[in-house]
């Protein structure tokens, strides 16, 4: 899910279009006098936010609402570490 999560948000901002990032060029280097980070682009605060929350969110939910819920749920002698290892991983 953290992964999905992730790629929803590259997606939704709209991080880079097909193509776009292509440099062109022989494995030792262009020498024709491009660039070669000239199609880098660095992400915008907002985007470096917006993929952050979106690892974060569903991780920090999972932590600190569901798990304590799921804890009332599960028996054994450590019902929170229990609950809170299973939703990491499947997180």
Do not use: K, N
Request: contains cysteine; proline residues 3%; glycine residues 14%.
């Amino acid at each position: 899910m953290h992964t999905l999560y992730c790629l929803f948000a590259l997606r939704l901002l709209g991080r880079r279009s097909r193509g776009e990032g292509d440099v062109g060029g022989d494995a030792h280097g262009s020498r024709s006098g491009v660039d070669r980070y000239q199609a880098v682009r660095q992400y915008s605060l907002g985007e470096i936010l917006g993929v952050w929350a979106a690892a974060a969110v569903p991780m920090g939910l999972l932590a600190w609402v569901v798990a304590p819920w799921l804890a009332d749920r599960l028996g054994g002698d450590e019902p929170l570490t229990q609950a809170l290892l299973i939703l990491l991983t499947v997180g």
